[in-house]
């Protein structure tokens, strides 16, 4: 495998964040904040029985992300730690996943809430949030 892989965006999100201060840190953060996941057209027969669920991840290209640091202290903490034992944007592959709940569906726009997205990200994919399958108690 070489070291490029291609992506491609299937949608954007559109939120009232506008700057990257303004933006909750994370979805517990976001509550009751809404906004809307645009589909683009080519892909709106995968959004086939996705109004089942109660939550989606939207998985995101930070396109506004800076550049990457390997080390970086998170949010309301002091300690230095990895990025990866973080969810700091600024990461190799700036890549988000963010669970947000599925208000409703109008063809290709899904309605969200608790959303920690600025406005205008690229959307990579949408996976349905599974409980018996997502949710850890241990």
Do not use: W
């Not at 683009?40 to 995101?60: A, N, Q």
């Not at 990895?82 to 709940?101: E, K, M, Q, Y």
Request: aromatic share 6%.
């Amino acid at each position: 495998m070489s070291g490029d892989i291609s992506l491609k965006a299937i949608g954007v999100v559109r939120t009232a964040n506008k700057t990257r201060e303004e933006t909750p840190v994370q979805p517990s953060r976001a509550v009751g904040i809404e906004g809307t996941v645009e589909v683009f057209p080519e892909y709106e027969k995968g959004l086939d029985g996705l109004e089942r669920f109660s939550h989606v991840f939207l998985i995101c290209c930070f396109d506004r992300a800076g550049p990457a640091e390997l080390t970086v202290t998170p949010h309301g903490r002091t300690e230095r730690r990895g990025v990866f034992a973080t969810r700091a944007p600024d990461r190799p592959n700036p890549i988000g996943l963010s669970l947000v709940r599925l208000l409703r569906r109008e063809g290709t726009v899904l309605h969200v809430s608790d959303v920690d997205i600025l406005d205008g990200t690229p959307l990579l994919d949408v996976k349905p949030y599974v409980a018996e399958l997502d949710s850890r108690n241990d």
